[in-house]
């Protein structure tokens, strides 16, 4: 048990554009879920913290309205990367909350701008 | 939120038990130490987690000191497949934000 899943596993796409990921947990329900972005060669940096029915919170330093985050269900946060750039190109992951437990991260998503 | 600290890389044989220390100085009572590896381009993976007992489960497992201050991730028998970024973090009761540090880079040999 505890499958998280993210759609999709990699993507491309031009400066300028929107990219949404999506974050599903399988076979669990999960009020809370994170966002962390990694560099090359560097730890994770958490983003945000996505609550279900909520606004998301945000890290210092990461633009909301840069970075949309949606939990509309308790298995499914989006995660909108607006008018993308080179440097917004990263590897992100997200994780979902089992209640009483801990979390468990999905696979990620390696994002690529052109 | 309470820091860790590891040491960047260690060393392992195949087939022998390894030993992963974590110091976690600043701890509080509701402070759970958790366990994440992790492998070149994937998402981290859930090893151990615990409070203050010992703690042991199919893949480690996790000896916490008396004082709560330190903590050591034991992998019994250690295989290529172990090879990985190993990271300890500490969160707020179990449903924290979990703030990653660098790690420590665990390389396996043959």
């Known amino acids: 048990g505890a499958v998280v899943s993210q759609h999709p596993s990699r993507v491309i796409c031009k400066s300028g554009t929107s990219v949404k990921i999506e974050c599903r947990s399988l076979d669990f329900q999960a009020t809370t879920m994170f966002w962390y972005r990694q560099f090359p060669k560097q730890s994770l940096m958490l983003m945000a913290t996505?609550?279900?029915?909520?606004?998301?919170?945000?890290e210092q330093g990461v633009e909301k309205d840069k970075f949309l985050i949606n939990h509309a269900s308790l298995t499914l946060s989006t995660l909108t990367v607006t008018s993308a750039h080179p440097e917004d190109s990263s590897f992100y992951i997200c994780?979902?909350?089992?209640?009483?437990?801990?979390?468990?991260f999905g696979p990620g998503t390696r994002l690529t701008v052109l | 939120d309470a820091k860790t600290t590891q040491p960047n890389s260690m060393e392992s044989n195949e087939e022998e038990p390894v030993h992963l220390p974590c110091n976690h100085s600043?701890?509080?009572?509701?402070?759970?130490i958790h366990w994440y590896r992790q492998l070149p381009s994937q998402g981290p993976e859930y090893v151990i987690h615990?409070?203050?007992s010992n703690v042991n489960n199919r893949m480690a497992s996790l000896a916490i000191a008396e004082d709560r201050k330190s903590s050591t991730l034991i992998l019994h028998r250690a295989t290529l497949r172990d090879a990985a970024v190993y990271y300890c973090?500490?969160?707020?009761?179990?449903?924290?934000?979990?703030?990653f540090g660098q790690g420590t880079e665990l390389s396996v040999k043959p």
């Open positions: 994780s979902a909350l089992r209640i009483t437990d801990t979390q468990y």
């Open positions: 600043t701890i509080s009572g509701t402070d759970y």
């Open positions: 615990g409070l203050t």
């Open positions: 973090i500490l969160g707020y009761n179990q449903g924290g934000k979990l703030i």
């Open positions: 996505s609550n279900e029915g909520s606004k998301a919170t945000y």
